[in-house]
């Protein structure tokens, strides 16, 4: 066994991309919260794909729930996004304030995820 190479135990493997898709998700949520500062949707699709590959490598360890927890924002975020976009051609200030809402609870999801990942701790626990 060669003594150089430094192996990574899979926990730590799985935290190391969980935080990597947290940091994605994090900068598109804050550009989306912040006028002006939009960024590229490839960011996000990255953090999902991301997500959607390494989630069975974390089944039935604590960090599953983050995989589901970024992935699930994602959806949601994305689903109202979609149906609150027809407020935009109509009336210009309830599409912002609904978008702005949407925003800032991507936001507070992925903060939260990030507390608890930091912490050890599945997303959903108290």
Do not use: C
């Not at 730590?12 to 991309?17: N, Q, S, V």
């Not at 390494?54 to 699930?72: E, L, P, V, Y």
């Not at 109202?80 to 210009?92: E, N, R």
Request: avoid cysteine; aromatic fraction near 14%; glycine fraction near 8%.
């Amino acid at each position: 066994m060669n003594d150089s190479i430094a192996t990574i135990e899979p926990d730590e493997g799985l935290k190391t991309w969980g935080w990597v898709s947290y940091v994605l998700h994090l900068v598109v949520a804050v550009a989306a919260v912040l006028p002006g500062a939009q960024v590229s949707i490839a960011l996000l699709l990255i953090a999902l794909v991301i997500d959607l590959v390494k989630r069975g490598d974390a089944a039935n360890t604590w960090q599953a729930s983050h995989f589901s927890w970024r992935i699930r924002s994602v959806l949601w975020a994305g689903l109202w996004y979609l149906l609150t976009a027809w407020l935009w051609l109509v009336f210009i200030v309830p599409g912002w304030i609904a978008w702005g809402l949407i925003s800032v609870w991507f936001l507070y999801r992925i903060v939260k995820g990030m507390v608890r990942m930091n912490d050890g701790r599945a997303v959903e626990a108290a």
